[in-house]
């Protein structure tokens, strides 16, 4: 009966719960809390990610330029350059080719740069819409980017990007938008007075500074893009974003686009900064400091909110229901004194009050014998050693103890002992347990 209260009890908690649940949940919740909360669920990461459809992943683009650009066709690149271009050898592209690369940070090898200036010299391309390059890969189109520094940045929220020709003439103003907010980053661009090799052009500007150009190599172009965050899902939703990328790769030729999937994640050497997030997740000089903490994560998350909540109530449930002990207690027991003392005591005042001092010798000289058993690991015997082993161990001298044991056999042996001897023993034996160590 006590059990069946129980789970009647649990089963109507669980129902309350549910209740309360139901009317706390979306369907009472206004509109406006309701997009605060898809807009949290959302992922601002910049990725840029082919796969991801959040704002900062490269998602349209991918589809742009295999289904919304005629002759132009993708393959997806998910290995490493140098697996890729291994496991082709020395093979020739049947097609016009473009390497296609949007990310943070373009972290190849030496010998895979190589691979790629390899690759457009024979006709091929290469798309690069990275904030940082290869120092490889520098060193070989610029002349001297060590000497002015390779890119600087402007720091805010919305930047305007414009075309160096004419009649590609127009602002495309691309903002920072984090949780439908601007906030400032960093932005970057080619520094001036840094000279450009193989017929290398500005095709583009952000704010008026170089961001966007190209380069003659081979028998093939390259194209460098300093500002990826243009080429994400963010910027192509809107009209003036499909426009910018459209004339943006008006520049590319017509190929099958090796679109690497691979490359792009955040990459910090202790050089590169990383892009402003949410105020405090970031220090001043624009390098990450911890980013979300995992219980503001949960929190944060409906979904994974209510889990948590879940969980926490399952166990304050548990913990009423399952706490209880499954027996009975069990009385503690006190533990056995040690009463040989008591006894010792006992027997002593037994023996003197029927005048057997003789007895109560023997008594004093037994509990002697184990005292000095147990504390200094002799073992009693009837000769000299024995006491010269006790003076050894217990720093009470010779005579003293052959004294005693004198007395103790003495009294032990004779029947009528007088008040005098055994008082004398007695300060003798307590005289030991003085001095003995």
């Known amino acids: 009966m006590a059990n069946s209260k129980k789970y009647i009890i649990m089963f109507l908690l669980v129902a309350g719960l549910g ?17 605060e909360r898809r807009v949290e669920s959302i ?31 993708v393959e997806e690149m998910d290995v490493s350059v140098k697996t890729y271009f291994d496991s082709i050898g020395n093979q020739e592209f049947k097609e016009k080719t473009t390497y296609f690369f949007i990310g943070k940070s373009l972290n190849l090898y030496d010998s895979e740069v190589d691979t790629l200036l390899s690759f457009v010299a024979k006709g091929n391309n290469m798309f690069i819409a990275a904030e940082h390059l290869p120092l490889n890969l520098l060193e070989t189109l610029f002349i001297n980017y060590d000497q002015y520094a390779y890119t600087d940045y402007n720091e805010d929220s919305i930047v305007s990007l414009t075309f160096e020709e004419n009649e590609l003439s127009g602002e495309f103003l691309l903002r920072n938008e984090i949780r439908k907010k601007l906030l400032r980053q960093r932005w970057r661009y080619i520094n001036y007075g840094v000279d450009l090799k193989y017929e290398g052009q500005n095709r583009g500007n952000m704010d008026s500074r170089p961001c966007y150009v190209e380069f003659r190599y081979g028998a093939g172009i390259i194209l460098i893009h300093t500002v990826p965050q243009a080429f994400t899902n963010n910027f192509l939703k809107t009209t003036n974003g499909r426009e910018y990328v459209e004339q943006a790769l008006a520049y590319l030729p017509e190929s099958t ?48 909110r209510w889990g948590y909540f879940l969980i926490l109530i399952g166990l304050v449930l548990f913990a009423i229901f399952r706490g209880k002990r499954q027996q009975k207690i069990i009385p503690t027991m006190e533990s056995n004194n040690n009463s040989s ?33 147990n504390k200094y690991y002799i073992v009693y015997s009837d000769d000299a050693k024995y006491a010269e ?48 160590r």
């Open 389 to 436: 082993r006790v003076a050894k161990k217990s720093g009470v001298g010779v005579q003293e103890i052959k004294k005693l044991m004198d007395l103790f056999k003495g009294g032990a042996n004779t029947s009528n002992v007088s008040d005098e001897y055994l008082v004398n023993l007695y300060k003798k034996l307590n005289d030991f347990y003085k001095k003995a």
């Open 43 to 73: 992922n601002w990461e910049k990725n840029y990610d082919s796969e991801n459809k959040h704002p900062y992943g490269t998602y349209f683009i991918r589809q742009i330029l295999d289904r919304g650009v005629q002759n132009f066709s």
């Open 341 to 373: 003392l008591e006894f010792s005591e006992t027997i002593a005042r037994l023996y003197l009050s029927q005048n057997q001092h003789n007895k109560l010798i023997v008594h004093m000289k037994n509990i002697f014998i184990n005292k000095i058993k």
């Open 19 to 35: 209740v309360l649940l139901y009317f706390l949940g979306d369907g009472k919740i206004p509109q406006e809390e309701k997009e």
């Open 257 to 304: 686009i090796l679109f690497d999937n691979y490359t792009q994640y955040v990459y910090d050497d202790g050089l590169m900064e990383i892009d402003y997030g949410q105020p405090g997740d970031y220090s001043d000089d624009g390098r990450r400091l911890g980013g979300m903490n995992s219980l503001k994560f949960l929190l944060e998350t409906p979904a994974l």
